[in-house]
């Protein structure tokens, strides 16, 4: 589900991130608990305080714009983690002040589950994050405080508590995480206990393929599906892609799990009418990795699947450390008839260069790029430009996270090809897409 932030306003919004601003993220917290029905079990509410720190150090050694720009980085970072790991759930991405953000769900998740996200997107903020203005990279390690809301807890007594924990866990050499219990967060399921349920659900297929049904914007007619990995672990529940691939990173199985996922999604490719496209994401480490051309290629050939009906999507917000390498491995992909697509433009800082040196075909626009294109002129500008730019390059556009009729038709008449998002589809089983397919 989205996220309540995309539905918000200016007056909503934190101007500098397009998160939702506080004053807005407690109103939310205060409908929740009203909204819901009594009589049956407490609103099931869960947050995280997350504090970046070392803004301050970033805007003296690199400038304001660059201290700007990697609190930015890390709300899409926020913003791109929980519309993938929370889907089902109802939640708020909200800037919570100048170097701390607030994620809130409604949704029953146990304490097991909400550390562990914690944890993962703690990783996905820590990665690098690159300055196109000046070619540098900082780090920034993030601390998180976690709560579980009891009964009679308002967002004033959540707030004020997760600010305390914050507060207390800068003082801890060597922690993290911490719940506003007071009590130092424990793993309930350790590292290596985690990478060897993973490579377990590899063996027994257990990681699940799901597809995103994709629609062509002038016809509106189903023309293929992304495949999307998700795995049910039987104590944190739902784990999306990021966080799969932050564990397969750990235990060093990344190109394990990929060609896992790639391989699922052929094998049930292989059964859909021959006009649809199947769209795979593709890792960094897959393309540094000198033989994923050919290994893929041959996974294609196995599953007989036409190439020309395949993209592989890369992930912007990644890429990449040897853009001439990863140039040569695309180039003998796309050589055999295979679409290549950006994925998550706009997501984070955008690197221009990426469409200048890889043989891309597509551009793929992130959910965040249409959030406020509705309300917001400037909004509205800014997706106009990347489009036009698209054009000028004589990339398709594809936009995902569309949700409303509305956003629909703006981007339709806006000249995108493609479209993808719940206004007429979630991701689902492979059977499911099938029949769809099949009417």
């Not at 004053?23 to 504090?51: K, Q, T, Y």
């Not at 791109?80 to 607030?102: K, N, P, Q, Y």
Request: overall charge negative; aromatic content about 6%; hydrophobic content about 45%.
């Amino acid at each position: 589900m989205a996220s309540l932030a995309s539905a918000t306003d200016d007056d909503t919004r934190d101007r500098l991130t397009g998160l939702a601003t506080l004053a807005h993220a407690r109103n939310v917290l205060d409908r929740w608990r009203r909204e819901w029905p009594s009589g049956g079990i407490e609103c099931p509410i869960h947050a995280m305080l997350i504090s970046v720190g070392r803004i301050d150090r970033v805007n003296v050694a690199f400038g304001e714009t660059a201290g700007d720009g990697a609190l930015i980085e890390i709300a899409q970072r926020i913003r791109h983690f929980a519309a993938d790991e929370l889907e089902s759930g109802v939640w708020i991405a909200a800037r919570s002040s100048g170097d701390t953000f607030l994620l809130a769900l409604r949704e029953e998740c146990n304490r097991e589950r909400w550390q562990w996200l914690a944890e993962a997107l703690a990783d996905a903020i820590a990665m690098p994050i690159s300055d196109p203005d000046t070619a540098h990279s900082l780090r920034l390690w993030p601390r998180v405080a976690l709560i579980r809301a009891t009964e009679g807890d308002t967002s004033a007594s959540l707030l004020d508590t997760l600010s305390e924990a914050s507060a207390r866990i800068r003082s801890l050499q060597g922690h993290r995480v911490v719940w506003t219990s007071g009590e130092l967060s424990k793993d309930g399921r350790s590292s290596q206990q985690l990478e060897a349920d993973l490579l377990a659900a590899i063996d027994h297929d257990e990681i699940a393929i799901r597809f995103q049904p994709q629609y062509a914007l002038e016809t509106d007619r189903l023309i293929g599906a992304e495949a999307l990995a998700r795995w049910d672990h039987p104590v944190l529940g739902r784990v999306g892609a990021a966080t799969l691939f932050t564990i397969a990173e750990r235990a060093d199985h990344t190109a394990q799990l990929s060609r896992h996922i790639a391989s699922k999604a052929l094998e049930a490719a292989r059964a859909w009418p021959k006009d649809l496209r199947l769209s795979i994401n593709v890792t960094p480490a897959d393309l540094a990795a000198g033989s994923f051309a050919r290994e893929f290629l041959a996974l294609v050939k196995v599953n007989g699947i036409d190439p020309q009906m395949l993209t592989l999507e890369i992930t912007e917000q990644v890429l990449l450390a040897n853009l001439e390498q990863v140039s040569e491995v695309l180039a003998e992909l796309k050589s055999s008839g295979i679409s290549l697509s950006l994925d998550d433009f706009g997501a984070g800082f955008c690197n221009f260069r990426y469409l200048k040196v890889l043989p891309i075909d597509h551009l793929k626009l992130d959910r965040s790029m249409i959030d406020g294109v509705l309300d917001d002129q400037r909004d509205l500008a800014v997706f106009r430009a990347i489009v036009a730019m698209a054009k000028a390059l004589d990339l398709k556009v594809v936009v995902e996270g569309v949700e409303t009729e509305a956003q629909r038709a703006l981007i339709a008449r806006e000249g995108c090809e493609v479209y993808q998002g719940f206004l007429r589809a979630e991701p689902m089983l492979a059977e499911d897409f099938l029949a769809l397919a099949s009417r």
